[in-house]
């Protein structure tokens, strides 16, 4: 089992900046996949950024590619998103997520994460 509790969405102008945190307790083994996911109202969940628990691996979405960066403290067992250049359209609910059990495959190609957080609200104003 993995609990996952992300903090540190908000409201914030275009342009702005935010950083999520996921706080990771339960499963203690490394080198499983964590990452970020976002879904907009009306809209399917998008993956927006994976990496490898023991570093390395990163996977972003085009989407976010040169704005977004994932990185991870893992004496802390937390995984951040830093947000920057953020635009209206990346207004979503984001929710933190890992997959246990999945070996040999890149962390953006597994088809299922496995376990998730409550999720937390970004909103981004023009």
């Known amino acids: 089992q993995v609990h996952l509790v992300e903090s540190g969405g908000g409201s914030v102008q275009a342009g702005g900046s935010l950083r999520l945190s996921c706080a990771a307790s339960?499963?203690?083994?490394?080198?499983?996949?964590m990452g970020w996911f976002r879904q907009a109202p009306g809209k399917e969940r998008e993956g927006v950024a994976m990496?490898?628990?023991?570093?390395?691996?990163?996977y972003y979405a085009h989407s976010v590619q040169g704005r977004f960066t994932i990185s991870q403290d893992n004496a802390e067992r937390t995984l951040y998103l830093q947000m920057n250049s953020l635009k209206p359209e990346d207004t979503a609910m984001y929710y933190c997520?890992?997959?246990?059990?999945?070996?040999?495959?890149?962390?953006?190609?597994?088809?299922?994460?496995?376990?998730w957080g409550q999720g937390t609200q970004v909103t981004v104003s023009s």
């Open positions: 997520a890992a997959a246990v059990g999945w070996v040999g495959i890149p962390c953006g190609e597994i088809p299922e994460y496995n376990y």
């Open positions: 339960g499963y203690t083994r490394s080198n499983y996949c």
């Open positions: 990496m490898y628990t023991g570093g390395g691996g990163e």
